[in-house]
């Protein structure tokens, strides 16, 4: 069984100042996050980003910016010696109609459970909202929540402790 750290994207990955973060050039690493994603990379955790974008349902955004803002916050990582193994995303917002997969719901992350033959009980997840860390504890993680932007480097480094 596989090992893997989940994280949220906006507010743990990139800055979630604006409330839509749809484009590159809109994109902010969050202090130390590159380092962070590198250090659970070589310490043979797969990395799994699970993010609620509810903009496209109510027509802020396409699929296709969140998609080619994925591959620069992938590539970006690469370049950092990190490594992101998929990346799981809701599309969907309650106001436009009922789904399993949105946050607090869990249905993405029991997808990447079974997809990578990952164990829960050796995996984490790292959120900054109250319904990520619903999410992980549903399925069994150890969660962490922080605050918006803040660095998880300190989390990184005690997940990786022997």
Do not use: W
Not at 39 to 51: E, P, T
């Amino acid at each position: 069984m596989n090992k893997a750290v989940f994280l949220d994207r906006d507010g743990v990955i990139n800055h979630n100042e604006e409330y839509y973060t749809f484009s590159k050039d809109k994109f902010r690493f969050i202090d130390d996050v590159l380092k962070s994603i590198a250090l659970l990379h070589q310490n043979g955790f797969l990395i799994i980003v699970i993010s609620n974008q509810s903009g496209i349902a109510k027509g802020k955004y396409r699929i296709e910016d969140v998609e080619n803002t994925h591959q620069f916050m992938m590539d970006e990582i690469k370049k950092s010696g990190g490594h992101i193994d998929e990346i799981y995303y809701c599309t969907h917002h309650p106001e436009h109609g009922a789904c399993l997969c949105r946050k607090p719901e869990s249905l993405l992350i029991e997808k990447a459970l079974a997809r990578f033959e990952i164990d829960p009980k050796q995996s984490f997840l790292i959120g900054d909202s109250v319904r990520d860390i619903v999410a992980g504890e549903k399925v069994g993680l150890k969660s962490f929540k922080i605050e918006s932007n803040q660095s998880i480097l300190d989390i990184c480094r005690e997940i990786v402790k022997p």
